[in-house]
């Protein structure tokens, strides 16, 4: 066991020193083809010219750059290798030669995936040392950012793939001359690993082949969270479902037109649902003015929805509302309106039960300015609309002072009215004395000679007065409302 552990510890600097072989030799390859002719180029290529060839003759003449290609008279090519060797390649190889050997695979990855960051690069170089292979996605974007097939470049471009940049399927037309149809049978069409000529991983296809059980995927289902996580992606929605389809069934389908979404989800799901109601629906009340939290089942939205397929549905389009009207939906499927108005009245009342007793208009109108100091209303007046638009709310009399009408033991009408039901209730003559405090309970800023003068002389004669200062109910009074 120590031995085999100690044969690992040795060969480890070796397998370094490959990847560093082969970092260089890609360098060489990268340089040839920037700063050398297809005829130069070629004759590296022909007669295996590596690096460690063109190494041992820095510094050497032209007649020894024949070594390179035995018995062939090459003397022009064999000139601009040389200038090359000495130009571009010799300050290159000096750097190179002498990155640590811990460094070598993060520069050479990044030489494979330069639309990487180093954060990015740290990631790729720990998952290959512990896998053996790249993450799939990085292989698949690199494929596709680079690729000069038409097919796959309008692809890439109209997803973000290879500059972070969408394309329309117009702009796409336009760019590469094709009809906007012609277009759209590109960027729609179930792409496969296929057409891409790419090997992967065994594990890795079986790992994405999983993503086959659901009939449809957003950046919220187990299965993405896991793939994101285990190979540290950080795209949009959009680009994680375009590379996703290479390895699955499932497609990137479209919801709306207006405003359309995409969607990773297999088609015979989606042509089961029928979203037109559910999104005209959302376009009527999101513009709706909401003065309270609202919550819409999206439910509500599907009548007849097929029960086999109702928590997906409800699910996918719980995505949909959270991309498209950016708005929050709860875990059982409920669409959170906020708040975007006031309603002066409702604020009102929740004042006054606040408060648990009659108010006047004044000392309301201060209570609503502390909640709400940026509303437009600058005088208490202003609030009186509003309360008399509310049957919860009303005034104690003629008075500005106002109430709930659930509360009990409160009279709404005026003085008049009161009198009248305190001298029914009581079925006898009452003196001032007696009347007045059961007026102040209810009105308590008015007086003895206001009450006094009220009985007495009140137009429709509906009080009497007897010598000993007393009051009743007149006989016409009664006789008109038996």
Not at 254 to 271: D, Q
Not at 342 to 365: R, T, W
């Amino acid at each position: 066991m120590k031995n085999a552990a100690k044969d690992n510890l040795q060969q480890k600097p070796f397998d370094y020193l490959s990847k560093k072989t082969e970092l260089v030799n890609k360098k060489l390859e990268f340089l040839a083809q920037k700063h050398l002719s297809t005829r130069a180029c070629n004759l590296l290529k022909n007669y295996h010219v590596s690096y460690k060839s063109l190494v041992i003759l820095f510094g050497k003449e032209l007649k020894d750059y024949f070594v390179l290609c035995p018995g062939a008279k090459l003397q022009k090519t064999l000139a601009d290798i040389q200038e090359f060797n000495e130009t571009f390649f010799k300050p290159e190889y000096m750097q190179l030669k002498d990155i640590p050997l811990d460094e070598v695979l993060p520069v050479l990855f990044k030489m494979d995936y330069d639309f990487l960051d180093d954060e990015d690069i740290r990631f790729v170089v720990s998952f290959y040392e512990k896998y053996k292979y790249v993450p799939a996605f990085y292989i698949l974007r690199k494929r596709l950012k680079t690729t000069e097939e038409k097919e796959f470049k309008i692809f890439s471009d109209y997803f973000g793939i290879s500059d972070g940049k969408y394309y329309s399927q117009q702009e796409l037309a336009k760019k590469y001359s094709l009809t906007t149809e012609r277009c759209r049978q590109i960027v729609t069409k179930h792409q496969t690993l296929a057409a891409l000529d790419l090997e992967f991983n065994q594990v890795t296809l079986d790992y994405y082949r999983h993503l086959n059980a659901n009939n449809y995927l957003t950046l919220k289902n187990r299965e993405i969270t896991r793939i994101i996580s285990r190979e540290h992606l950080s795209k949009s929605y959009k680009q994680f479902a375009a590379l996703c389809q290479f390895f699955s069934d499932l497609k990137v389908n479209v919801i709306g037109s207006h405003y359309p979404i995409m969607v990773l989800a297999k088609e015979s799901f989606i042509k089961r649902i029928s979203f037109g109601y559910a999104l005209r629906e959302m376009e009527r009340i999101v513009v709706m003015k909401q003065s309270k939290d609202y919550y819409l089942p999206i439910e509500d939205l599907f009548p007849g929805i097929e029960e086999d397929i109702k928590e997906e549905t409800l699910g996918l389009f719980a995505f949909v509302v959270e991309t498209r009207y950016n708005l929050k939906t709860t875990e059982d499927h409920k669409v959170i309106f906020s708040a975007n108005c006031i309603n002066p009245g409702e604020v009102i009342i929740d004042i006054l039960k606040n408060n648990g007793k009659p108010m006047s208009i004044y000392d309301i109108f201060v209570e609503f300015k502390k909640r709400h100091p940026k509303h437009k209303y600058k005088y208490p007046k202003r609030l009186r609309s509003w309360m008399i638009r509310k049957p919860e709310i009303r005034s104690l009399g003629m008075t500005s002072i106002y109430a709930l009408t659930e509360w009990d033991n409160l009279f709404f009408g005026n003085i008049k009215e009161l009198l009248i039901k305190i001298l029914s209730e009581n079925g006898k003559p009452m003196s001032l004395d007696e009347i007045m405090p059961k007026v102040l309970e209810i009105f308590p800023k008015t007086n003895r000679l206001s009450i006094c003068n009220t009985l007495k002389f009140d137009i429709l004669k509906r009080f009497t007065v007897i010598e000993d200062d007393k009051f009743y109910l007149s006989e016409l009074y009664l006789s008109q409302n038996k």
